[in-house]
C-alpha cells in the first residue's frame, strides 16, 4: 500500500477525519457526501503554535477550509487562553468565531454571486 505520509487528506489526516466522521467541526460539511467536498477538508489545530499539545491529535479536529481559515487571527485577537480546556471546549469556543465570518461571506454570497446568477 502506498503511504502519504505528507499528505493530510490521504495521509496524516486521514485518521483524525475519519475519528470526525469527515465532518467539520465547525460548520457540519460532511466529506463522505461527494469528492469535492472530501477535497475541502483540512485538519485544524485547536492549540496555537507553540503550545506543548499542539500536534497531539486530540487537540487536531477536521475542518473544511474555509471554517480552517476564518478568523485566522483567533489565536491573538481574544486574549484567550488555551490552557485546561477540552478539545470539545476549544472548538465549542471558536465555533461562535468561525460562524460569525461564515455568515458575512454569505451575505457577500448572496448579494454578489446568488443574485447575478439568477
Ligand atoms: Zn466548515
Known sequence: MTTYTDDSLRGYGHRIYE???????YCGVDG????DVWLTLSVDHLLPKGHPLRDEEEFMVTACKFCNTADNHYFTKYG?????????????????????VRQQYCAFWEENVKAISQ
Open 80 to 100: 484567550f487562553s488555551f490552557d485546561g480546556m477540552t478539545p470539545d471546549e476549544l472548538v465549542e469556543r471558536r465555533r461562535k468565531y468561525v460562524h460569525a
Open 32 to 35: 463522505r457526501t461527494s469528492f
Open 19 to 25: 475519528r470526525d466522521n469527515f465532518t467539520c467541526r
